[in-house]
């Protein structure tokens, strides 16, 4: 999965952290997710956890700005993982 997208910054877009084959190594699926998105963003709604992904719809955004989006997930078993994002604001 790519870690950089591009998004017209008049557009409400979900993004999707896949934690698949990580989960399978552990044995293991998603209890919570926790996405932190920077000033200029807006984060519309809470997270969605779909067994091994978690998506989060974003809008917002400045032409040429690059943000880096965080989503920090917790298993059931315990386990906490982060993983990035970055978004770059485009006219599309």
């Known amino acids: ?39 200029g963003l807006t984060a519309v709604g809470v997270p969605v956890v779909d067994g091994t992904t978690a998506t989060q719809r974003v809008s917002g955004g400045t032409l040429d700005g690059t943000y880096r989006l965080v989503c920090q997930i917790t298993t059931v078993g315990g386990l906490i993982d982060e993983r990035s994002l970055y978004l770059t604001i485009r006219e599309r």
Do not use: G, N, Q, R
């Not at 017209?8 to 998105?37: F, G, H, K, N, R």
């Open 1 to 39: 999965m790519s870690d950089s997208f591009f998004k017209d910054p008049s557009a409400l877009l979900p993004y999707t952290w896949d934690w698949t084959d990580w989960l399978a190594e552990i044995s293991d699926t998603i209890s919570s997710a926790t996405v932190t998105v920077p000033e």
